[in-house]
T-cell receptor
Framework: AQSVTQPDIHITVSEGASLELRCNYS??????LFWYVQSPGQGLQLLLK??????LVQGIKGFEAEFKRSQSSFNLRKPSVHWSDAAEYFC????????????FGPGTRLSVLP | DTEVTQTPKHLVMGMTNKKSLKCEQH?????MYWYKQKAKKPPELMFV???????INESVPSRFSPECPNSSLLNLHLHALQPEDSALYLC??????????????FGPGTRLTVT
């Protein structure tokens, strides 16, 4: 079965600093990969997705992510973090196996220092 | 427009009550989902409807009963819930369950408290 790990439970960065959130997945074929953000008590917002093609994908709010097949990773990056980026970030995986389900990673909580 | 709406925003119910959560989307999506999310945890899939048919039920207790009246609406009927069912219930939709149109768009959720 496919699985997703996010090694960092909680990350704190200063406003204006760069950010990288890690995501690793376990799946034989190339999966469909997503990053979502969730503010406290809110629903999830799709930041970006990777299906195929260019391994560097751009998303909303200045985020980007890079798919690295050799490392089974899909890390999220932002060059300069804003205080409003403080939230919970979830990596998610889907597959072409119709019996498999959309799987979320455990999440990484981002705190931003002024 | 990528909006999924959910009502109510908050719900407090006793263990003997019957209530329903509602979800609506007007994006023409043909797949809709219910998730349960406990604090500090990722969403857990409960049900999936594809083309208005229930395609996945993740071994959810029968006190939760989903319904898809049409392609835009999804309900979750609640009956005889337990306090441990208190959580944020999220609805999501996607254009399809397969292919390159599978990204899910989420509603804001219903915060459910069972007393």
């Amino acid at each position: 079965a496919q699985s997703v790990t996010q090694p960092d439970i909680h990350i704190t960065v200063s406003e204006g600093a760069s950010l990288e959130l890690r995501c690793n997945y376990s799946y034989g074929a190339t999966p469909y990969l997503f990053w979502y953000v969730q503010s406290p008590g809110q629903g999830l917002q799709l930041l970006l997705k990777y299906f195929s093609g260019d391994t560097l994908v751009q998303g909303i709010k200045g985020f980007e992510a890079e798919f690295k097949r050799s490392q089974s990773s899909f890390n999220l990056r932002k060059p300069s973090v804003h205080w409003s980026d403080a939230a919970e970030y979830f990596c998610a995986v889907d597959s072409d196996n119709y019996g498999q389900n959309f799987v979320f990673g455990p999440g990484t909580r981002l705190s931003v220092l002024p | 427009d990528t909006e999924v709406t959910q009502t109510p925003k908050h719900l407090v119910m006793g263990m003997t009550n019957k209530k329903s959560l509602k979800c609506e989307q007007h994006m023409g999506h043909r797949a809709m989902y219910w998730y349960k999310q406990k604090a500090k945890k990722p969403p857990e899939l409960m049900f999936v409807y594809s083309y208005e048919k229930l395609s996945i039920n993740e071994s959810v207790p029968s006190r939760f009963s989903p319904e898809c009246p049409n392609s835009s609406l999804l309900n979750l009927h609640l009956h005889a819930l337990q306090p441990e069912d208190s959580a944020l219930y999220l609805c999501a939709s996607s254009q399809d369950r397969a292919g390159s149109r599978r990204e899910q768009y989420f509603g804001p959720g219903t915060r459910l408290t069972v007393t």
